[in-house]
Each structure stands twice: as C-alpha cells, then as structure tokens.
C-alpha cells in the first residue's frame, strides 16, 4: 500500500509474474518496482482530492472499458457526467430532463421574436433575421445525414449497464453527432449574428444544451462537441447568405 514500508526482495535470476487487471504483467524488484509503486501511490492521492472528483475522477484516467469506434476519454467523460446525473436528486434529473428539450425551444422563440423586431430595420437586418431558422434548420439536415452515415449507437447502450436520466432511444436513433447540440451551436451563432449585446446568453444556453445531452445520459461528450462545432460553422455563413437574399427580401417588403 502506499503507507506501508518498501519490501527489499532479492534479486531473481528471472522478473516474477504477477496479474494486474486481469492481465499479465511483469513485476520486478528493486528500484524499477518502487518507482512502478509510487507511480500508482500518486494517482491514488489525486483521487482523493475532491475537486478532482466532480465531474471527471483522477481514476476514470486509468481504468476504462473500451468502446470501439469512441475515444477513451469521452467514455470516461461520460461515464462520470451520466453517472452524476443519475446519482443526482430527483429536482436536478427533473431539471435536466426539461432543459436539454427546452433550450432549443427558447432559442426558437428568441429567434422569432428578432424576426418580428426586426420588421422596421434595413433590409439587411430584415434579411439576417429571416434566414436565421432556415440557416439553423439547415443544420440540423446536414447532422441527421452525418448521422446516418457514421451510425455511431449511443453511449447507453454501447458503454454497458449504467443508469440515466433519459430513456435510451431506439436502435436507429444515432448518437455522434448530437442534434440538439447542433441545433444549439447553429442558433448561437444566429443569434449572436443578430445581437451581439446577446452573445454571454447564447453562449450559455448553447453549452448547457450540449452539458444537458451527456447529463441525462444519450450522449457522448464528443457528439455534443463536434454538434456545437458543425451547428457554429453552418451558422456563420448567416451574413453571406443574408446579403446574397437581400434583393429577394426588398422585393418582398415592397408587395
């Protein structure tokens, strides 16, 4: 243990196998099996720090179970999110549960009432504020091909046994990349495109949308990370689209 006083063995003519985790491995004595020894001694400390634990665990970065196709560290990442969901009182998993559907509802209606606002702007403005839902409706088709292509299944499955928030969709229902955070992503970006002075709001509800998915246990963390990334990425081209549509838009204003 990391407590007790180091063992002196002497020295074998061949290194002593030993099984750790179910696999083997050899274990020398001597200098090299003290320093293996303290190696783990310190993992273990900084297990017990409690930042460390909440929400990613000293230890989730040495033990995982792979799964194939995902990397390590988004397993990791949402074995202890989802875990924390579930382990959550019934208040917060309630919360979590209408929140991951009712961000994109808020921005939807955020959306539209810029559009409504909007109605006695320049045309420039008018035509920014009218391709907003198409851009972020765009984005959400260009998501649900990926996720036909890639058919990644979702974390709930694929991880093994654990407990979540949400029910598990059906087989079919892919998981990378995520379209809520695609969805969130494109209409922060939309938003930001039509007031700047409501960047901080935009932000925080994209990326509580995207926290949401991995908390209620459907996703992975690298689906809502590439999710914000493509919905943004789509999303920026609001202002080229909008001038290309300006004169559609001031012929419509006139009739």
């Known amino acids: 243990s990391c407590g007790a006083a180091p063992v002196f063995r002497p020295v074998a003519a ?3 196998m030993s099984t ?7 274990r020398r004595s001597g200098p090299e099996n003290r320093a293996r020894r303290g190696r ?9 720090v409690p930042v460390l634990q909440f929400p990613f665990t000293a230890r989730s970065f040495v033990v995982s179970r792979n799964v194939p196709g995902v ?3 988004s397993e990791w990442w949402y074995r202890d999110v989802a875990g924390m969901g579930a ?26 009432y810029l559009l409504w606002r909007s109605r006695p702007e320049p ?26 292509f890639i058919q990644e299944d979702r974390p709930c499955r694929a991880v093994g046994r654990i407990a979540t928030i949400d029910r598990c969709p059906d087989v079919g229902d892919w998981s990378f990349p995520s379209n809520h955070a695609v969805l969130a992503g494109s209409a922060a970006v939309a938003l930001i495109c039509l007031r700047r002075t409501w960047t901080w709001l935009a932000v925080v509800l994209a990326l509580a949308t ?9 996703h992975y963390p690298h689906d809502v990370l590439v999710g914000l990334l493509l919905g943004g990425s789509v999303a920026a ?14 012929a419509v204003r006139v009739t």
């Open 87 to 112: 382990a959550s009182p019934a208040f917060f998993q309630g919360f979590g549960a209408i929140a991951t559907h009712g961000i994109i509802v808020t921005f939807v209606l955020l959306l539209a």
């Open 210 to 218: 995207a926290f949401s998915r991995v908390y209620v246990g459907v």
């Open 237 to 250: 081209a609001l202002p080229l689209l909008a001038r290309k549509a300006e004169p559609f838009v001031a």
């Open 14 to 16: 061949a290194p002593e």
């Open 123 to 148: 045309v420039e403005v008018v035509s920014r504020a009218a391709l907003a839902l198409p851009v972020v409706l765009l984005a959400y088709l260009i998501s649900d091909v990926l996720k036909g």
């Open 71 to 73: 990397p390590d560290i």
């Open 20 to 26: 750790v985790a179910g696999r083997g491995r050899f």
């Open 40 to 48: 783990r001694c310190a993992v273990d400390l900084l297990y017990d």
